[in-house]
T-cell receptor
Framework: QKEVEQDPGPLSVPEGAIVSLNCTYS??????FMWYRQYSRKGPELLMY????GNKEDGRFTAQVDKSSKYISLFIRDSQPSDSATYLC????????????FGQGTRLTINP | NAGVTQTPKFRVLKTGQSMTLLCAQD?????MYWYRQDPGMGLRLIHY???????AKGEVPDGYNVSRLKKQNFLLGLESAAPSQTSVYFC????????????FGPGTRLTVL
């Protein structure tokens, strides 16, 4: 079993829809949870970062972490064609080199 | 300020050939990482460095070597390339301490025939 599981999709939704992306994990030592966005043939860019449990909102994006269920989510409201990308969840523990463990990535397409 | 750069962008090798991928960052970051990305696998850590002159193994280190002779550069070497090393390679760097964002380079697409 992978340490971090993410549905690879692909996921295709119409413009304006609410998108929900999710990851589950097995390592209870993870404390930092991130969502990276990766456009085609580009490097990943940090989209959202959350420490421990709770919610974080940034514009149209909301990240949720439920450590009791080992489950994290990213919600995109009023989705735009420019949101079409691969979304990768990543997580790490405290201290040390903070080696990130990534999910498989979900390819998302927003259709105009 | 170029951020994280990677050289080359593309490369095709024959089985058994060797090559070195160069990662350079101009942000004075202490930590540097090499990942590979394969379809359906996300990014997997190959090797990393917590400072000049240091290196350590990640999740998938076999077949690769690394060196960090200068703080701004992190080299990834393939001594005898194999088709299983066909992948997209990403370098990343970050400041030390607490949580700090990893900044990624644009990637190197490597094909081993």
């Amino acid at each position: 079993q992978k340490e971090v599981e993410q549905d690879p999709g692909p996921l295709s939704v119409p413009e304006g829809a609410i998108v929900s992306l999710n990851c589950t994990y097995s390592n209870s030592a993870f404390q930092y949870f991130m969502w990276y966005r990766q456009y085609s043939r580009k490097g990943p860019e940090l989209l959202m970062y959350t420490y421990s449990s709770g919610n974080k909102e940034d514009g149209r994006f909301t990240a949720q972490v439920d450590k009791s269920s080992k489950y994290i989510s990213l919600f995109i409201r009023d989705s735009q064609p420019s949101d079409s990308a691969t979304y990768l969840c990543a997580m790490t523990g405290r201290g040390g080199a903070q080696k990130l463990v990534f999910g498989q990535g979900t390819r998302l397409t927003i259709n105009p | 300020n170029a951020g994280v750069t990677q050289t080359p962008k593309f490369r095709v090798l024959k089985t058994g050939q060797s090559m070195t991928l160069l990662c350079a960052q101009d942000m004075n970051h202490e930590y540097m990482y090499w990942y590979r990305q394969d379809p359906g696998m996300g990014l997997r850590l190959i090797h990393y460095s917590v400072g000049e002159g240091t290196t350590a193994k990640g999740e998938v280190p076999d077949g690769y070597n690394v060196s960090r002779l200068k703080k701004q550069n992190f080299l990834l070497g393939l001594e005898s390339a194999a088709p299983s090393q066909t992948s997209v390679y990403f370098c990343a760097s970050r400041f030390e301490g607490g949580y700090n964002e990893q900044f990624f380079g644009p990637g190197t697409r490597l094909t081993v025939l």
